[in-house]
T-cell receptor, first 115, second 117 residues
Framework: AAGVIQSPRHLIKEKRETATLKCYPI?????VYWYQQGPGQDPQFLIS???????DKGSIPDRFSAQQFSDYHSELNMSSLELGDSALYFC??????????????FGPGTRLTVL | AQKVTQAQTEISVVEKEDVTLDCVYE???????LFWYKQPPSGELVFLIR??????QNEISGRYSWNFQKSTSSFNFTITASQVVDSAVYFC??????????????FGKGTKLSVKP
């Protein structure tokens, strides 16, 4: 079965640079979530989109922005990168429906290293 | 506020031992979801199970079983006859249910399980 695709898998940037992470949800899934996982930490929710509209917002810095496109893929844009942004960034997708179908499936993650 | 507590930071067992990972949650919502995810050393997050708050039926899947008890706000995970491949960090997670769908996941701090041969 098709899974969530994230690109790139690894990214190295310098401080103050920008980065763009991409997420391609499971086909037919209409909702995308972004999470950030620091070293040795649990994943923290950043932002989510449903049908191309922002649906919820978590602890996402103002330097970050995201959107979901007409083909349902999503991009997380990160500017003025800081050393503390080094983390594993996960995208998850789900299909809104009944309580039995709405499960978030995660992509493999993008490991961002800021030097 | 929602909160998930996994009191066991690390557990080490020898292969074939049974092991239970504890999860206690807090929420004021009457409808919510509970999850377990596995994160092996390779880093991906693998979905294991989902439980809806209105379904307290316990579940068994092969060597895995889950015990959901609303009375104690717990959702514990047991691995029977553990294997080296079970070595991973296991996260318990909680989400609310509103507007006809689930919200974002609130994760516990995770329990690192090491299974030694």
């Amino acid at each position: 079965a098709a899974g969530v695709i994230q690109s790139p898998r690894h990214l190295i940037k310098e401080k103050r640079e920008t980065a763009t992470l991409k997420c391609y949800p499971i086909p037919r899934h209409d909702t995308v979530y972004w999470y950030q996982q620091g070293p040795g930490q649990d994943p923290q929710f950043l932002i989510s989109f449903y049908e191309k509209m922002q649906s919820d917002k978590g602890s996402i810095p103002d330097r970050f922005s995201a959107q979901q496109f007409s083909d349902y893929h999503s991009e997380l844009n990160m500017s003025s990168l800081e050393l503390g942004d080094s983390a594993l960034y996960f995208c998850a997708s789900s299909l809104k429906g009944t309580a039995y179908t709405d499960t978030q499936y995660f992509g493999p993650g993008t490991r961002l290293t800021v030097l | 506020a929602q909160k998930v507590t996994q009191a066991q930071t690390e557990i080490s067992v020898v292969e074939k031992e049974d092991v239970t990972l504890d999860c206690v949650y807090e929420t004021r919502d009457t409808t919510y979801y509970l999850f377990w995810y596995k994160q092996p050393p390779s880093g991906e997050l693998v979905f294991l199970i989902r439980r809806n708050s209105f379904d307290e039926q316990n579940e068994i899947s092969g060597r895995y079983s889950w015990n959901f008890q609303k009375s104690t706000s717990s959702f514990n995970f047991t691995i029977t006859a553990s294997q080296v491949v079970d070595s991973a960090v296991y996260f318990c997670a909680l989400s609310a249910y509103y507007g006809g769908s689930q919200g974002n996941l609130i994760f516990g701090k995770g329990t690192k399980l090491s299974v030694k041969p």
